[in-house]
């Protein structure tokens, strides 16, 4: 049974550059979130995907934008990259946008450089 | 609004120490509790959960933690650490609202088992 899964492990890129981070849920889940990880901090919430369409979001300018595609996959795009967006951007699934009975799942994250 | 504090960053501990890592939420409205752990480059994995019923929880490799509503915390607890355990170690308290649900994470304390 295959667990999140996240592409690329890693990421190197420049200030003002554009980045698409890739996620498939675990088996059997239709929900993604995506979260971001500073160095030290805990996950901030940046939004989540049901039905392909973004229901949630945090505290997260315009710049940061996703997709949930008709496999429950998903992208998380950042534009215009800052230096405050190096992080590790995590993935996490569920089953159920609302079912209270089912904890998220994480992958194992992508780590995002900023130059 | 809800919250989580985690007000140890660090807690060294003795190997077969016991080993307490405090967690206390705010929230307005019912919440669930998990406990997650994260091992060096890895996301998280969940530890433990409390959804109803006994507010005693135990997780397969020997932690518990205890909700506590009187004084909002739901603490985490091992009797005797091993090395092993040494991993960074996150709270988290979910809160559904207009069918909608918000996960919050503490800042996380992370865990040193010393030999």
């Known amino acids: 049974d295959a667990g999140v899964t996240q592409s690329p492990t890693h990421l190197i890129k420049t200030r003002g550059q554009q980045v698409t981070l890739r996620c498939s849920p675990k088996?059997?889940?239709?929900?993604v979130s995506w979260y971001q990880q500073a160095l030290g901090q805990g996950p901030q919430f940046i939004f989540q995907?049901?039905?392909?369409?973004?229901?949630q979001r945090g505290n997260f300018p315009d710049r940061f934008s996703g997709h949930q595609f008709p496999n429950y996959s998903s992208e998380l795009n950042v534009n215009a990259l800052l230096l405050g967006d190096s992080a590790l951007y995590l993935c996490?699934?569920?089953?159920?946008?609302?079912?209270?009975?089912?904890?998220?799942?994480f992958g194992n994250g992508t780590r995002l450089t900023v130059t | 609004a809800q919250s989580v504090t985690q007000l140890d960053s660090q807690v060294p501990v003795f190997e077969e120490a016991p080993v307490e890592l405090r967690c206390n939420y705010s929230?307005?409205?019912?919440?669930?509790l998990f406990w997650y752990v994260q091992y060096p480059n890895q996301g998280l994995q969940l530890l433990l959960k409390?959804?109803?019923?006994?507010?005693l929880v135990e997780s397969i490799n020997g932690f518990e933690a205890e909700f506590n509503k009187s004084q909002t915390s739901f603490h985490l607890r091992k009797p005797s650490v091993h090395i092993s355990d040494t991993a960074e170690y996150f709270c988290?308290?979910?809160?559904?609202?207009?069918?909608?649900?918000?996960?919050?994470f503490g800042t996380g304390t992370k865990l040193q088992v010393i030999p």
């Open positions: 995907y049901y039905e392909e369409e973004e229901r």
């Open positions: 088996s059997g889940h239709d929900t």
């Open positions: 996490a699934s569920s089953n159920g946008q609302g079912a209270k009975e089912s904890p998220l799942h």
């Open positions: 409390y959804l109803s019923g006994s507010t």
């Open positions: 929230s307005s409205v019912s919440v669930y």
């Open positions: 988290a308290v979910r809160s559904y609202s207009g069918g909608y649900q918000k996960v919050t």
